[in-house]
């Protein structure tokens, strides 16, 4: 009788665990998420508020100042004049800031992938640490008015590569420089744990050190994001093809069209603010998968 008392235990306990998995499992309500997410949509939606108010009363001061002081257009055109080339002029700025996208966003992409694999180096390896670390210093006080021609004169001119190497550089320092911090960050709780599992260096980097610094790795992602539009923008000015924002803006300019230029300046604006959005939303859904799937 005795004998069959612990095997009792064990079944129940493990009923019990099944239970309480199945529960966990039961816990991730589809409606539940997608009301959650429906509230943290219009929470950002109220925090926005103030900034489109002062944004909107700001353009009218500016059409008021412009229109009182007859202010000349080639020193600041006014917003009706700016939106209206903006409106009559969308194919051209679309398609110039598609262009500047696309480099900005491969240069992104190769310059984030660059920047976790030496942020992983140098959180590994010391040695990797104090080659990196220096480099990337140095690279993040590089202007891009330096690189830019430097890059020109390496490539064809009608090649993407020196753009898309500018915002490389660009955009590696700030997505390093973040995520080696949070890989470096270890909570001595977790290394002790990890150290009596006698745990391996790379079981340490993928089960605490990579969750731990994914905080830090988006923060530099949302930097990297807006200034890898600026880079891009910024590097066509230096040669090249003249089918981005930057060389638009030059010609508008240099054809005294001052509300054309402010328009694909707004193309920049937009597009800056699409690529840091989408750095938004990768982030709350890798997040959110994060805490559903630690419950």
Excluded at 70 to 88: C, E, G, N, Q
Excluded at 239 to 262: E, F, H, N, R
Aim: charged letters at 10%.
């Amino acid at each position: 009788m005795t004998t069959v008392q612990p095997d009792a235990d064990a079944s129940n306990s493990e009923a019990q665990a099944s239970r309480t998995q199945i529960s966990g499992v039961a816990s991730v309500d589809p409606v539940a998420t997608g009301a959650s997410m429906l509230r943290r949509s219009r929470s950002v939606l109220a925090s926005a508020w103030p900034a489109v108010i002062f944004g909107l009363f700001a353009l009218l001061c500016w059409q008021g100042l412009v229109r009182a002081f007859h202010i000349a257009t080639f020193v600041l055109p006014a917003p009706s004049d700016i939106f209206a080339a903006f409106a009559t002029n969308f194919g051209r700025v679309a398609t110039a800031a598609e262009n500047t996208g696309a480099n900005a966003l491969v240069g992104l992409l190769i310059g984030t992938v660059l920047a976790v694999l030496a942020a992983s180096l140098s959180a590994r390896l010391r040695i990797a640490d104090e080659l990196i670390t220096p480099l990337a210093a140095a690279a993040a006080t590089m202007p891009i008015a330096v690189l830019a021609p430097i890059f020109n004169t390496m490539f064809d001119s009608t090649s993407t590569l020196p753009r898309r190497l500018v915002v490389t550089v660009a955009t590696f320092v700030p997505i390093f420089v973040n995520t080696v911090r949070g890989l470096k960050q270890i909570s001595p709780v977790h290394a002790e744990l990890m150290a009596s599992y006698a745990a391996s260096g790379m079981a340490v980097l993928r089960h605490v050190r990579i969750p731990g610094a994914l905080p830090f790795f988006f923060t530099g992602i949302r930097l990297a994001a807006s200034l890898s539009v600026i880079s891009a923008v910024v590097a066509e000015y230096f040669g090249g093809l003249q089918q981005g924002l930057g060389p638009k803006i030059t010609s508008a300019v240099a054809a005294s069209d001052y509300a054309l230029a402010w328009a694909y300046v707004i193309g920049a604006i937009v597009l800056g603010l699409i690529f840091y959005l989408l750095a938004l939303a990768i982030e709350s859904l890798a997040m959110r998968s994060r805490q559903v799937a630690g419950r």
